[in-house]
């Protein structure tokens, strides 16, 4: 008679072995097998995202095209509410006066739009967000030139824990034939997720709520922070968009 320790192995290595192929397996959607991914995909519902704009991969959840979620993000406590529109999720004001973001290699081609972009919102009054170029091997925040495909410039992370969103990703190849001001652009919305800010035109858009800063709410034709304008939208941080970040970040 067998030992019955050597079937009991093989039944593991075999359920493992039919569970990788189940989360790796084919087709673009990975299970969402965590209990963090699926409480990150229910705080992006109740963000008000519909589901038909929101793209899972392994480690990501992905909504209107360049809002990145990491699976393994801090979903904040509590109920979200939904109104220029945030994510209810800010950077903490110790945090947000130094946000650190380090130029990946791939990007110092694109040094220049990334100094504009960050003197766009370090030079609003009354308002303490300030990013810093991280010069070390410490930062929050990367920026790195990713392929993202036709159509998406780029994409920024929403803040969690108190931090703002670790990522910026460029797709530098796409945004190259735009002119200066719309790559900078580009890089100044894309810190705007970072930092909390949703699509200013939610609702045009298809989004069915979003948290209004307070005594700022409604559309914004030159919201920089509108959704879908990669290439052709506005260049400079509306006066709209610069009451939303002295409302959220005084
Ligand atoms: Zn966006």
Not at 33 to 58: C, H, M
Not at 75 to 103: C, D, H, M, W
Not at 106 to 119: P, R
Request: charged letters at 15%.
């Amino acid at each position: 008679m067998r030992n019955m320790f050597f079937p009991m192995v093989i039944l593991l290595t075999i359920s493992l072995a039919a569970c990788k192929k189940s989360a790796d397996g084919p087709g673009e959607t990975p299970q969402t097998t965590s209990d963090n991914a699926q409480k990150v995909r229910a705080y992006i519902r109740d963000l008000g995202f519909p589901d038909n704009q929101v793209v899972e991969n392994q480690h990501e959840f992905i909504a209107e095209g360049d809002i990145v979620f990491p699976k393994d993000m801090q979903v904040p406590a509590g109920k979200v509410k939904t109104e220029q529109f945030y994510t209810g999720s800010l950077v903490s004001a110790s945090n947000v006066t130094n946000i650190r973001l380090k130029i990946d290699a791939s990007m110092t081609s694109m040094t220049s739009e990334i100094n504009s972009a960050i003197a766009q919102w370090n030079s609003l009054a009354n308002c303490s967000i300030n990013w810093t170029i991280a010069t070390g091997s410490s930062y929050d925040v990367i920026i790195v030139n990713s392929n993202l495909g036709n159509g998406v410039c780029g994409s920024g992370t929403f803040p969690s824990g108190g931090r703002a969103g670790g990522t910026i990703r460029i797709n530098k190849a796409y945004i190259a034939g735009n002119s200066f001001a719309q790559r900078a652009r580009t890089i100044c919305h894309e810190m705007g997720h970072n930092v909390s800010f949703r699509h200013t035109n939610w609702s045009a858009i298809g989004e069915s709520g979003g948290i209004a800063v307070p005594g700022v709410g409604g559309t914004d034709a030159s919201s920089l922070m509108n959704g879908g304008q990669c290439g052709s939208g506005a260049t400079v941080l509306s006066t709209k968009d610069k009451q939303a970040a002295q409302a959220l970040y005084p």
